[in-house]
């Protein structure tokens, strides 16, 4: 049944007339969006009426949620604000494991939604439909900040702050509600022309950059952890000319992946679940950590613990020092990695000699110097530990894993994205996978919910229709997302799904496995994927860790949307974070 709201007048289907939604659209186009996506509702019909009467493109999705991770990757992809319309009540809560997901990985969303009218708003129950005592309470945790607009001309100036606000370093999703009689409401002002919502660079102060470059010129054993600020911050030339300079080890966090070229002789790539790596972190008697809030994942669950001086750089404020002690730098990372680029330059190259660094790197790393005499000391360093990482590996006898992760490398296209759910396969590649190229890999790895693979894949083929995108998910990640076939279908987007189908929540099995002999409430019936896939007209294939590599690169080949079903049951490496 039709449920309408009679308590607004609407124009009939020949009139027209500016209204709110119309501000909201103009507002957007002037400050620079080019694409919306979202689902429509009663109350948000006004502005979804006003895209029709705009140049703006809109991407409608099936699931509040998918339409909020497919927003979250076109940020992430475009270093921009992606705008996401969505209605009151169950609409808008839809959207919030998206923007906790869109919040852990600073990706701008400008998620904007309707609210009951006006009457309604206040705290009192008035029996709207879709009606909360406070929705806006319901995001004040969840994302950088709240704005409403109550009146037609508060709207240009309301969206403006917000899209200032989600593109302010640390990017971020904010959240703007608008009342249906607001949005429905005749506009008495002009056309929006144009909108200032740049944001203020956040600028590191000098003397902490004058103190981090004592730091790390004196330091005898420098290292660097790139996080994940440093691709939002586009901060990947910066990091390798200071890499070079210092002649420092980098480690890259699973959310900065790609900031630092994988098969550079000082990389240490991304073993962060890998005591080796923990242990050669914790010894250097400064490491720089940029664009990281230490978080559980990049400290190797809370285990890693700092022999020497951290500097930190962070735009986000809370992050700061919020794990380690640390002569912390509140700065966006590509200003202050271009501040201490010019600062430690003019300081010259650094004085410890390559005997004297072989033999601190030897002792804090436990790793004797490889590469034979004269090798540099730190490239030698980071040598024998990828090896070490590699032996333990090796010992587990995950030889599948291996295989089937060196097949998707090898089927996807260099400069190609990946978009990664919560899956073994994903886990695997936070450590193991080489991105070729840096702002190429998503992943929902900052929340943790399931579902984001396919909707940001999809998400990412908005933001560049030429290039294929590949989407990896379990069975049970792919079930919050099937719906999602019919979007991939409506707008030819050339996604490759591959779906890694073992029966059950596969990761989920293993640690209950591991803490509790057996595993309970992880075991699923699915479908078959291949004729559900074909049921949407989206071609589909079933596989084998044989044909993968060949199925896979065919499917990303192909134009428009594929699906490709690998039934494996896939296993983790050995934790070492349990024996610290």
């Not at 006004?46 to 895209?51: H, K």
């Not at 996978?433 to 900052?446: I, K």
Request: proline share 6%; hydrophobic share 45%.
């Amino acid at each position: 049944m039709c449920i309408r709201d009679r308590s607004t007048t609407h124009p009939t289907a020949t009139e027209h007339r500016r209204t709110g939604g119309d501000l909201v659209v103009e507002s957007l186009a002037a400050l620079g969006a080019r694409t919306v996506f979202g689902l429509p509702g009663q109350h948000a019909l006004g502005v979804f009426d006003a895209l029709r009467r705009s140049t703006l493109r809109y991407v409608g999705l099936r699931v509040e949620n998918n339409a909020g991770f497919a927003a979250d990757a076109y940020a992430r992809a475009t270093h921009g604000v992606a705008p996401l319309l969505v209605s009151t009540g169950p609409g808008a809560l839809m959207t919030l494991a998206a923007l906790q997901e869109a919040a852990a990985g600073s990706a701008a969303v400008l998620a904007i939604g309707s609210q009951v009218p006006l009457a309604g708003i206040g705290g009192g129950r008035h029996g709207y439909l879709h009606e909360l005592t406070d929705q806006s309470a319901s995001f004040r945790g969840v994302v950088k900040s709240v704005h409403t607009a109550r009146t037609a001309s508060q709207i240009p100036s309301a969206v403006a702050a917000a899209w200032e606000s989600a593109l302010s370093a640390p990017h971020g999703p904010v959240w703007l509600e608008i009342p249906q009689d607001v949005l429905l409401a005749e506009a008495g002002i002009p056309p929006v022309g144009e909108l200032d919502a740049t944001p203020r660079e956040l600028l590191p102060r000098p003397e902490l950059i004058a103190a981090a470059a004592d730091r790390l010129t004196g330091a005898r054993r420098p290292v660097i952890l790139a996080g994940g600020g440093v691709v939002r911050a586009g901060a990947e030339e910066e990091l390798l000319a200071l890499a070079e300079q210092l002649g420092a080890p980098v480690a890259t966090t699973f959310g900065g992946k790609g900031a630092f070229p994988w098969e550079h002789p000082l990389s240490l790539q991304s073993w962060l679940e890998d005591r080796y790596t923990t242990t050669f972190l914790e010894d250097a008697d400064t490491l720089l950590v940029v664009g990281s809030g230490l978080g559980e994942l990049s400290s190797n669950y809370h285990t890693f613990r700092p022999l020497g001086q951290v500097v930190q750089i962070e735009a986000d404020l809370g992050k700061l020092e919020s794990n380690h002690a640390a002569l912390g730098i509140h700065a966006d990372a590509r200003a202050a990695l271009a501040a201490l680029v010019k600062e430690v330059g003019e300081r010259g190259p650094r004085h410890t000699g390559a005997a004297e660094a072989a033999e601190e790197h030897a002792g804090a790393g436990g790793a004797g110097v490889a590469g034979g005499a004269g090798a540099p000391a730190p490239e030698a360093a980071v040598s024998d530990l990828l090896a070490r990482v590699r032996d333990r590996i090796a010992g587990q006898q995950l030889d599948l894993e291996q295989q089937v992760l060196a097949s998707v490398r090898e089927a996807l296209p260099d400069g190609a994205v990946s978009c990664w759910d919560m899956t073994i396969l994903a886990y695997w590649a936070w450590s193991a996978f080489d991105p070729r190229r840096t702002n190429v890999l998503h992943s929902a790895q900052g929340a943790g919910g399931l579902g984001y693979g396919f909707p940001a894949a999809l998400g990412v083929a908005v933001a560049d229709p030429a290039r294929p995108v590949l989407a990896v998910s379990g069975d049970g990640g792919a079930m919050y997302s099937i719906a999602e076939l019919a979007t991939a279908r409506q707008y030819d987007l050339p996604v490759t799904w591959l779906i890694v189908d073992d029966g059950g929540y596969g990761i989920l099995r293993e640690y209950m496995t591991d803490a509790f002999g057996e595993a309970t409430a992880t075991e699923l019936t699915r479908p078959d994927f291949v004729a559900l896939a074909e049921s949407f007209g989206v071609p589909a294939v079933r596989t084998s860790p044989e044909r993968l590599r060949t199925d896979l690169a065919a499917a990303l080949a192909a134009p428009g949307p594929s699906v490709v079903v690998l039934p494996a049951r896939l296993r983790m490496f050995a934790p070492t974070h349990l024996s610290s």
